[in-house]
Every structure is written in C-alpha cells, then in structure tokens.
C-alpha cells in the first residue's frame, strides 16, 4: 500500500516562486508514474507534468518553461517547481500515483491536495 503526503503550497505574489512536495511511503517500488494536477475553482481538474521511474518528464503545453517536475529518490518525492507564478495558476494542486503489484494489477493514488494562491 502506497501513502502520500503532499506539502509546499501557500499565497504567493505574482512573479513568485514556490516548490511543491509529494512524499511517498509504503510500497513505493510498485509506482511507475507520478503526475501533478491542478483544479482552479469552477474548473475541472487538469494534468501540469508527468514523471517516470526513470525519469522522462512531460509537461503541458501552458506550463512549459515555468513548471519542472523533478524527483528526489532518496528522499521517495516528487517536486514542482513553479515559477513566475501568476493568478491563473490559483487552484489546488494534487500528486497522483501509478502502479502496478500482482495483487492489484494497475492503481493510481491521489494525494490530498495542496492550495497555491497567487495575489498581490
């Protein structure tokens, strides 16, 4: 079984900057994809970046050049860095994980969500 604890969001300025955490534990082996998502109020939920056990990244086309997922494996957590931050990035945001074990086939695990609000 997988755990997911989610850090890292706030109020931030316009222009800022701020580093979100998933932190994984239990059978971390199984997972093979960990992705960011964010929901904006009134909006449905969108994938911002993927990244793989092995490190291939993916990102969507709105976030390119300010978002970076990255992994620390040491430490089982996924980050998003997000720069220049502007209101449009106002929502919660959320890890989800992918796995494979022989008991359950393929899963996915949600994080709890994070708030990131950006105003001046």
């Known amino acids: 079984q997988v755990h997911l604890v989610e850090s890292g969001g706030g109020l931030v300025q316009p222009g800022g900057s701020l580093r979100l955490s998933c932190a994984a534990s239990g059978s971390i082996s199984s997972i093979y994809a960990t992705g960011w998502y964010r929901q904006a109020p009134g909006k449905q939920r969108e994938l911002v970046a993927t990244?793989?056990?092995?490190?291939?990244?993916n990102y969507t086309d709105s976030v390119k050049g300010r978002f970076t997922i990255s992994r620390d494996n040491a430490e089982n957590t996924v980050y998003l860095q997000i720069d220049n931050l502007n209101t449009g990035d106002t929502a919660v945001y959320y890890c989800?994980?992918?796995?494979?074990?022989?008991?359950?086939?393929?899963?996915?695990?949600w994080g709890q969500g994070t708030q990131v609000t950006v105003s001046s």
């Open positions: 989800k994980v992918t796995g494979w074990t022989p008991s359950l086939g393929n899963y996915y695990l």
């Open positions: 990244i793989t056990s092995g490190g291939s990244t």
